[in-house]
Structure formats: structure tokens, C-alpha cells
């Protein structure tokens, strides 16, 4: 958990405790709510703060840097406490600051309207621009998310992060590319991802017991289950750190995937790393060699091969000859 969102936790514990009169609040009472208070959020994070942690927050919440000035103060009968018992830093202004950074993340929410699995958005956005900033902020056009309101499939995400939410199994008819014919399949939902505009549900296939992704649009129906999910086994986030895009190919170890880069195209890859374990081994002449650790799937050669003539593939060579056929298999395509 960030240090900034540990600060907010245990200003809103205190500002709470403060408000609280009926009882003498010591500075350990105080420590166990925000600890208590930090645990709601953080399992992990079991110790309460330290007597030097809650006496800096209460000089923070004192100073008017977090802009407002606490009125806290001690006496015998109610411990530390507010001295105005009408004060709560919920009931505080936004700073300037705070305005600012609000008005650009509504900037940002703005992108998402007309999503259908976010229904109660355009609420939210009216009630942050009227009710907590007072008025509309003027939308300026400064900015666009590639993201379409119109991808095929999307109507699921709506049914499947309800069953997320839910942890309930779902019945999925399912039309892969490869096959043709659907079939139906019992499915734990885990995770919902986007990849190059295209949406993917990864879960475990009972039928098939494999964890298994699927791509949203190819769902021709689905049906939520009233079966809990069977638990993952998998940290899903480490699972797709392994590789490029979202096919995870059970049969494939981790490998180390060198290319050489020309200087002009070196340059947009370095700023742009083709997998987060991107490194740069050596400069040479004309050209830049990079590495990077991945289980080489489809979406990693179809990455590589949008680079085209300006990177080469080096090793390993199983990968080195698949790019290789793939180019002479498009070369033939434009053979006289």
C-alpha cells in the first residue's frame, strides 16, 4: 500500500476518534483504530503506527498543509480530541490543489462515457463536477484513449463482472476461431482483461480443468450459475507478466528473446519496451541489441513482425526461424 494512501486511512481514523467525546482517547487508542482502520484494506499490513507516526499526523492535521487546520487538542476527561465538536475534515474544502488533480481525473473519466458495464459513471461525474466542485469543469479536447465504446463482445463484460463480483461460475457458449462449431463450457470467472482493443475473460475450464482465456467476442451466450467459483491457483497477475499480449501457453517455458534493433527503430523501443523485463544488452554500430524474458506466444511474433525489416530476432533460434518462415511466407504472397 502506497505511503499517500497509509496517510489518508489514518487522517480519516483520527479525524473520527476526534470527533468521538464520550470517552478519554489515548494516543495507543488512537494507534489501534488507524491500525484497525489500515488492516480493512491491507491483510497483510497487521502492526498498528507508532506513538512518532500518530503525534506527526496529528501536527499534519494541525499545520493547514493538508489544508485544513484540525483543532485538536487534550484534556483529562476526553483525551485528544476536536476543541469545535462540529469540525471534520470531511466537511473541509478542496484545496486548490486537490481541485486541480480532481479535475484531471474527471478529464480522464470522461473518455469512458457510453460504456454500458459502467452505468452509474455519468452520476458520478455530474455529482463530482456539481456537488463536490461546485461546477462543470470546461471539457477541452486535449486528450484520447484509444479504447472503443463499440467493440465486439462488450455486451458481456456487463453479465461477467457481475459474476465476478458475485464469485459465481458461468455457462459460456463458446465459437473459437479454429472450430466450427460452438460448444458450452462451465467456466470459474477470475479476471477481466483488455489487450489491443480486445477484451478477454481468463478463468478456469471445468470440463477441461486448465485454466483457459477467452476472447469476449467470441461468446455467443452466457449464463450466470447460482456455483461458486473454485478459488484460483494461479496469481494471475504474475501469470500475465510472463508474456506479451494474454495467451499463456501451458507446454512453454520462459525464454530469453534477443533482437537487434536499428538505430531509428531502437530508439522508439527503448521508450516503448515490448515487455516490462526489456533490457538493453549492448550499443553497436547502426543498432541497439535488446532482451527480454518471456514464454514467446502469437502476440509476441505478431509484434515482432509489425517491426518488419527493422529488427532482427537473434535467438532463441526455435522463434529465429519462426519469423523467418512467417516473412518468406509473406514474401510469397507478393511474388509475381
Known amino acids: 500500500m502506497s505511503t499517500n494512501l497509509h496517510a489518508m486511512i489514518r487522517y480519516r481514523a483520527l479525524d473520527k476518534c476526534f470527533r468521538e467525546r464520550r470517552r478519554n482517547k489515548t494516543w495507543e487508542d488512537l494507534a489501534e483504530a488507524c491500525g484497525d482502520a489500515i488492516r480493512e484494506y491491507d491483510r497483510s499490513d497487521m502492526k498498528s503506527p507508532s506513538r512518532r507516526s500518530i503525534f506527526g499526523d496529528m501536527e499534519a492535521m494541525k499545520s493547514g498543509k493538508l489544508g485544513y487546520e484540525a483543532p485538536i487538542v487534550h484534556s483529562r476527561k476526553l483525551g485528544y480530541h476536536y476543541a469545535d465538536p462540529e469540525f471534520s475534515i470531511s466537511k473541509h474544502p478542496l484545496t486548490s490543489e486537490d481541485k486541480t488533480n480532481l479535475e484531471d481525473a474527471l478529464f480522464i473519466l470522461k473518455q469512458f462515457r ?107 451466450d452466457l449464463t450466470q450459475l447460482n456455483v461458486t467459483i473454485l478459488p484460483s491457483s494461479v496469481d494471475l497477475r504474475d501469470h500475465y507478466r510472463k508474456v506479451v499480449g494474454v495467451t499463456v501457453l501451458p507446454d512453454r517455458e520462459e525464454e530469453r528473446v534477443v533482437i537487434r534493433a536499428i538505430t531509428e527503430q531502437a530508439f522508439y523501443i527503448a521508450t516503448k519496451p515490448i515487455h516490462h ?27 515482432l513482425l509489425s517491426y518488419g525489416e527493422r529488427i532482427e530476432v537473434l535467438e532463441p533460434e526455435t522463434l529465429r526461424l519462426q519469423i523467418k518462415e512467417r516473412f518468406q511466407q509473406a514474401s510469397e504472397l507478393y511474388a509475381e
Open 277 to 303: 523485463s526489456q533490457r538493453v544488452l549492448r550499443e553497436e554500430p547502426g543498432g541497439t541489441i535488446f532482451a527480454i524474458n518471456v514464454i514467446p506466444n502469437f502476440e509476441l511474433e505478431s509484434t
Open 114 to 220: 457510453g460504456f454500458s458495464h459502467l452505468p452509474g459513471l455519468e452520476g458520478i461525474i455530474t455529482h463530482l463536477e456539481h456537488g463536490v466542485l461546485g461546477e462543470a469543469s470546461p471539457f477541452k479536447e486535449a486528450m484520447q484513449i484509444d479504447q472503443s465504446t463499440k467493440m465486439q463482445g462488450q455486451k458481456w463484460i456487463d453479465p461477467l463482472f457481475t459474476a465476478l463480483k458475485n464469485e459465481k461460475r458461468v455457462r459460456i457458449v463458446y465459437q473459437p476461431f479454429s472450430s466450427p462449431e460452438p460448444y458450452s463450457t462451465e467456466v470459474s470467472p477470475y479476471l477481466l482483461k483488455e489487450y489491443n482493443n480486445r477484451w478477454f475473460l481468463a478463468g478456469y475450464d471445468h470440463p477441461n480443468d486448465r485454466l483457459q482465456n477467452y476472447g469476449l467476442d467470441r461468446i455467443i
